[in-house]
């Protein structure tokens, strides 16, 4: 039988303990984020915010200049447009705006610095819903409105009226499974926009009463989708959304 010499395991477990307890228990002393970023994407001709969705709209992709392939940010742009992270390292970045609803661009260098940053984009959007008028007309939600070009090779591809029982209404899902047509209209092949031209869709209340029981608050949002190819994907165009409280007679 070997016989354990317990003096002898504990000099052999201090000794190793001694040559790797700078490695084995040292504390993590990397900073954490240091910094905030926020700001709002603008329509560099009106300077109002574009408009978007959180589940299928525009992100920003940030790529820190200095480190390995990889580690893309991506960070989304809110239902009115502005965008925010309250996790951000200070440092030098890649900026770059693709799969948005307005044109793709790229910022090579864009510094976050310690402390709380905020920052404005300028941007042109493919398509600027205008005008827009959304309202009960007897038993029908009737929308109007206008719609700008951001460039003239901009072709229109599908305009919708949304609707959801709170602020995120659009793509890629209504709020409800409308019944009827008049709430969309899709145009193939695609055609160019008019700016002369108003456009009208609608929800037929009575074929869609089963999501209209309960007297609140319902909310409806115009959207148009561009078509053009090089810009990578093309997200919706929206105007603001419109609230509006009833429901329907039985």
Known sequence: ???LDIKKIFLI???IISISGCDMFSI?????PNATLKGVIKDALTGESVQTTIQDGSTLKFKELGWAEGGILTRTVMENGEYQD???FAGLYRLEFSDCNFYPFVIEKFEVKKGDNVKDF???PYIRVKNVNISQQGNQIVAT????AGKPEVRLSKIQIYLSTDMYAGEPYT?????GTSFKQTF????????SATYSLSIDLNSNKGYFKYKRNYYFRVGALASFSGVGTIRMNYAPYTVINFNVPQ
């Open 188 to 195: 193939t092949p695609t055609i160019a926009i008019d700016e």
């Open 86 to 88: 309250k996790l951000m």
């Open 175 to 179: 709020g409800f499974p409308l019944s």
């Open 1 to 3: 039988m070997i016989k």
């Open 145 to 148: 409105f206008n719609l700008q």
């Open 13 to 15: 477990l201090f000794v």
């Open 122 to 124: 300028q941007v042109t």
């Open 28 to 32: 993590d002393n990397y900073d954490g």
